[in-house]
């Protein structure tokens, strides 16, 4: 909200500069976006215009004689076309210093000008809100006065940030009160007292059918004697300073109640109203309704509205309709100061998709106390300007006083963790507008103002007495923390295996939980099944953001793509399916080598090998045991370059080529190789036995066999070891071979069985004749050969 | 016997003339065997020995072992000869210490979990526990509960994506005091990490995905002050350690009282001015905290006239920009090889 510091002045003295202001406004809780700063500007007073005439010397130049109040007049020339004598303007005398000039006595086409008449421009005012060509002033202001004191117009204007429970604040009234609770300085509101007459209006009396729920109170107030013009000069300067275009001075009144008070106002054309009755009803289904902006909207139920007998008039606390508009003809008006329910006004907003003034202090729920103090103050204004003022008439839920809070002071030390006075809480509370009635046993009895909706409870009033006492008076304490229960294991199983992959080369990342559909596709994963199962966002910024993630393959892709350097990434996110009738949402972790393409033999790749050891040495970190590895087969990864890890017969990861169609989909240019694995497949970590080493050497024996294609190294290692038994302490596959000198239909491997035993040194004789053992073995339960 | 001191003169000669020679331990290896090896000259004098008249023998015996002796001791000396040359010469090496290092294949933990880690390590040493929940949350968990019920003017400030009527992506991790509050009783002490989602626009400063960090104290004596220590501590492990902290008072329905917090800007130290970082004022904004509300303590069925306790939520990736200097929260989700690199 824009806060002219010179409008604030109106109701509380402010010595500081509009920096101390913004931040005594921040740490009362309304941070100060912005300070606009105002120009200096000087010389300039009030004038009259005694005489006017046209220059000699220049067609389009005019020449006044000007009263400044000094006794003698000024002449001054101008290009102006709206001057005329008996105006009361402003004006640059000699030596004025306007925002981009400084006055100096000139000559105008051979006649000397003594000064400057002065457009709203040149005060810094938006020109196009104000009367093309020089500004004009009231004519009661004594001539001389200092028009940028008298209208403040070099204070600057504050763009205050006012949080929703403070519908009270977004006031300059309210605003002020604040400044002046926190200053110390008292608050000089203006009378609250309506001028309206007791007398009976001629004709009917305005009366409001409050047909609604919705509408808690309803003030009106007939108006006539009125001539619609110009407001006051004035009212239109603290209008435009706060951002709101001058109209006319019933629309200009409107606003400026609302800004001064916080209760918006709807003025109606007495004439347009039938019987001055009006009735605050729900919309009928296709009622039409052109407001103000001539935009006719169709209307549902659910848009409350005023109308009279005829129909509806304007929509409630958002904006006022045609048929009834203040016109230049105007001299009756009705007033409308309401409240409404909060809710239904900003439901009512959303539907029609527009927002004003009004309706953002009506959707917070004002206080419905402020209707009698809109009306009255309205009244006041009106009646300023020659109307005549006619009886309020309230209608509506009588207005309530605010249940007291019980407020035990130890709340303070309790909450807030200092003390201070009971004298001192209640001169704080009571500067605010609360009522304070200490109670036996430290405590006070507190009612909140009545503009003030958000103090409900003991809490609310504890941050009222930190408020006032300043919230830099908290102190600094470290607490100590009693013994408690919560487990916080899941999150070190994260941190664990972000560590281990880093440990390993990898770099963590972090993308988006969103993907389109065509995600599906490039995965070949089908449209229907896969889709069904992954979980549809009903309100996407975007369609490539419609679906939460399956799994984080597709981001990892589009990632390698678009660097398309070979790269190892992981992360740890989120995935998430339907699973029957809830939502599967796992954590789990992904990691991937991205590697440039090279030749390779189709029955052996190193990539693979390498992210294999990267699973293995990960599991081992995480559960403190080596898992194994078995054939697999699964959508997304390459039939014959994948496996599954598992423990216990358990699977817990699976890992493999990326299938080249996929690669192919994604444009990528490199190969991608895979690992995934879910949290909840973790197996608690078990740590690992110490094996005490033997104090005998160990010895070993490598063979060269040639097996089918089909026999795993897996196979060999296990017939091994079974073979050998207790002695074999190792066993390890280290070479494959296929290719020439190798029959087609079987391939060469080569294995290390390493032999040791914890009583003695193992001999050649026990070795050889384990190793025979083994070859008998290999050959009986896999038709392995030994290569010669 | 005059001709076998002459011969092992001769010999002895020989020998010093090859150990002088000798540049490596393998020349004065080869010296050895060749003079006192099995079948050196030396040991084939000393067999000659038993050609020597007997009463000869042990005179002649003592010559040789005299001369083994000394011809041992000279070898041991080039050595050492040898030895401390090599250690010259080695010493006298000199390289470019600047030329660049070999590097290690070395992966790395993103900024977002490097800031999370040390707020968690903080709090974990003051006794807090570091819980992870859904990012799927009903209405209820994310408002209701929270004292924000249907039509609260506060829903507004969450533009959230739907699943269904009642089911979003988590806006805030608050869901998780809920959840955790639910299932203990007082005390409660934790920190609540996770991913967040809002409709917003993405720009330099906002991103629809980001990342919270909830944190929750509930128990008895619970007061602001300690929240305001609590958080001191964290932007000192953060940022350093003269920073501090300053409440502002704020509106939040599930806090009261509550505060912005901001902590002194570590990039200008406080002082504001021409500040890229904190925009002159000398403040960073951290994010939203305050009393847990008594609407939400009875919520959980904890009576607020026993318990009290605070909370906060603040973004991460405001923390990782403000700590690392990165001029744009999009760096975080582009995850640039470059970028990740220089937090290995
Ligand atoms: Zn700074």
Redesign the pocket.
């Given at each position: 909200m824009r806060v002219p510091i010179a409008w604030l002045r109106e109701y509380v003295e402010l010595l500081d500069d509009s920096q101390t202001i913004a931040d005594r406004l921040a740490m009362l809780g309304f941070p100060v976006e912005h300070i606009e700063e105002r120009p200096q500007i000087t010389g300039v007073v009030v004038g009259r215009i005694v005489e006017l005439d046209k220059h000699p010397n220049a067609d389009r130049l005019q020449v006044g004689k000007i009263d400044v109040g000094t006794g003698s007049l000024l002449t001054i020339a101008t290009a102006a076309t709206n001057v005329a004598a008996g105006q009361t303007i402003p004006v640059a005398l000699i030596g004025a210093k306007l925002p981009h000039i400084t006055i100096e006595r000139r000559k105008m086409r051979g006649l000397e000008s003594e000064g400057m008449m002065v457009s709203a421009e040149e005060l810094a005012l938006p020109p196009e809100w104000f009367e093309d060509g020089i500004m004009q002033l009231d004519a009661d202001l004594p001539l001389g006065t200092d028009v940028v004191e008298h209208f403040r117009l070099s204070d600057d204007v504050l763009d205050v940030e006012i949080t929703s429970n403070r519908v009270d604040a977004m006031s300059m009234i309210g605003l002020a009160r604040e400044l002046a609770a926190a200053g110390g300085a008292p608050l000089r509101l203006p009378s609250f007292d309506n001028p309206g007459t007791a007398l009976d209006a001629p004709g009917v009396a305005p009366r409001v059918t409050i047909a609604s729920a919705d509408c808690t109170r309803f003030v009106t107030q007939r108006f006539d004697g009125l001539r619609v013009g110009p407001a006051p000069a004035w009212m239109r300067i603290r209008l435009a300073l706060a951002g709101q275009r001058p109209i006319n001075n019933v629309v200009d009144i409107s606003n400026y109640v609302m800004l001064e008070t916080g209760q918006p106002l709807h003025f109606y054309d007495d004439a347009g109203v039938r019987d001055r009755h009006l009735i605050v009803r729900d919309a009928r289904d296709g009622e039409k309704l052109t407001t103000l902006d001539d935009v006719t909207h169709t209307l549902t139920p659910l848009a409350l509205v005023i109308a009279d007998e005829d129909g509806a008039l304007g929509l409630a606390g958002l904006k006022g309709g045609k048929t009834s508009e203040v016109s230049p003809s105007t001299t009756s008006i009705l007033l409308e100061s309401a409240n409404f329910n909060g809710a239904r006004i900003r439901r009512m907003s959303a539907k029609l998709g527009f927002r004003t003034d009004a309706s953002s202090r009506h959707e917070k729920s004002p206080a419905a106390s402020l209707t009698s103090i809109g009306a009255a103050r309205a009244a006041t204004l009106l009646t300023a300007i020659g109307a005549h003022a006619y009886a309020p008439h309230d209608f509506g839920e009588p207005l309530e006083p605010a249940a007291p809070i019980h407020f035990p002071l130890r709340d303070i030390r309790r909450l807030l963790g200092f003390d201070q006075s009971a004298d001192r809480t209640r001169r704080h509370l009571e500067s605010l507008g609360f009522g304070v009635t200490p109670l036996d046993g430290d405590a006070f009895s507190v009612v909140p103002p009545p503009w003030r909706r958000d103090v409900k409870h003991r809490a609310d009033v504890v941050e009222e007495v930190a408020r006032m006492a300043g919230y830099e008076n908290v102190p600094t304490v470290i607490p100590t923390i009693a013994p408690h229960e919560i487990d916080g294991g899941e999150y070190h199983l994260e941190q664990r295996v972000a560590a281990s992959l880093a440990s390993l080369g990898y770099n963590e990342i972090i993308t988006y939980s969103m993907v389109g559909a065509d995600s599906f596709a490039k995965l070949r994963l089908g449209n229907v099944d896969r889709q069904t199962e992954a979980i549809e966002i009903r309100n996407p910024l975007s369609e490539d953001q419609r679906y939460l993630r399956i799994m984080l393959l597709p981001s990892f892709l589009a990632h390698i793509a678009r660097v398309d350097r070979p790269l190892r990434i992981f992360e740890i996110a989120h995935v998430f399916t339907h699973a029957n009738d809830y939502i599967d949402e796992t954590q789990q972790v992904t990691f991937a080598l991205a590697v440039e393409p090279g030749e390779e033999h189709a029955w052996h790749d190193p990539h693979f090998l390498r992210l294999k050891g990267d699973c293995e040495v990960l599991i081992r970190e995480l559960t403190g045991r080596t898992p194994e590895t078995v054939q697999d087969s699964r959508p997304v990864l390459h039939p014959g370059k994948m496996a599954a890890m598992m423990l216990d017969n358990q699977e817990i990861a699976v890992f493999g080529r990326v299938d080249p169609r996929i690669e192919h989909a994604y444009d990528l240019r490199l190969r991608v190789y895979v690992g995934r694995m879910l949290f909840n497949r973790i197996p608690p970590y078990i740590a690992p036995r110490y094996n005490p080493p033997s104090k005998f050497p160990s010895t070993y024996r490598d063979l060269a066999l040639l097996v089918d294609l089909d026999i795993t190294a897996a196979q060999v290692e296990q017939t091994v070891a079974t073979a050998i038994g207790e002695f074999c302490v190792g066993v390890r596959v280290f070479d494959e071979y296929r290719g020439p000198g190798i029959d087609a239909d079987s391939k060469s491997i080569a294995v290390r069985a390493t032999l040791q035993r914890y009583d003695a040194t193992i001999t050649d004789d026990e070795t050889d004749d384990l190793i025979a053992r083994a070859i008998a073995a290999l050959h009986n339960d896999l038709g392995a050969r030994i290569r010669a | 016997m005059s001709e076998l001191t002459g011969k092992l003169d001769e010999l002895r000669g020989r020998f010093d003339a090859a150990l002088t020679a000798a540049s490596d331990d393998r020349a004065l290896e080869e010296a050895r065997i060749a003079y006192l090896g099995r079948s050196g000259e030396v040991t084939l004098l000393r067999r000659s020995i038993g050609q020597l008249p007997a009463g000869e023998r042990p005179g002649a015996g003592k010559i040789i072992n005299d001369v083994v002796e000394a011809m041992e001791a000279a070898l041991e000396e080039a050595r050492t000869r040898l030895q401390l040359r090599a250690f010259d010469e080695d010493l006298a090496q000199r390289i470019d210490v600047t030329f660049p290092s070999v590097a290690p294949m070395r992966g790395s933990i993103h900024p977002i979990r490097r800031v999370l880690e040390d707020i968690c390590t903080f709090f974990e040493r003051h006794g807090f526990a570091v819980v992870v929940g859904p990012e799927i949350e009903p209405d209820y968990y994310n408002f209701d509960a929270l004292n924000i019920p249907p039509e609260h003017p506060a829903r507004e400030g969450f533009d959230s994506f739907y699943i269904t009527d009642t089911l979003l992506l988590r806006p805030h991790t608050s869901p998780m005091q809920v959840r955790t509050m639910q299932q203990h009783r007082p005390p409660v002490a934790i920190i609540a990490p996770g991913r967040c989602y809002r409709r917003d626009a993405v720009d330099a400063r906002h991103s629809f995905m980001f990342h919270q960090c909830e944190g929750l104290l509930v128990g008895e004596q619970v007061h602001f002050g300690h929240l305001k220590g609590m958080l001191t501590g964290m932007c000192r492990a953060l940022f350093g350690p003269d920073q501090s902290v300053r409440f502002r008072p704020s509106y939040f329905p599930f806090t009261e009282p509550s505060a912005e917090v901001d902590t002194t800007?570590p990039?200008?130290h406080n002082?504001?001015g021409p500040?890229r970082?904190?925009g002159?004022s000398?403040w960073i904004e951290l994010g939203g905290a305050g009393m847990v509300h008594p609407n939400v303590l009875h919520e959980m069925n904890y009576d607020p006239d026993v318990y009290s306790g605070w909370a906060f939520g603040f973004g991460l990736e405001r923390m990782a920009i403000v700590r690392y200097d990165i001029d744009d929260i999009r760096r975080f989700f582009e995850n640039d090889p470059d970028f990740l690199a220089q937090f290995a």
């Open positions: - | 800007c990039t200008c002082i504001g500040c970082m904190c002159g000398g």
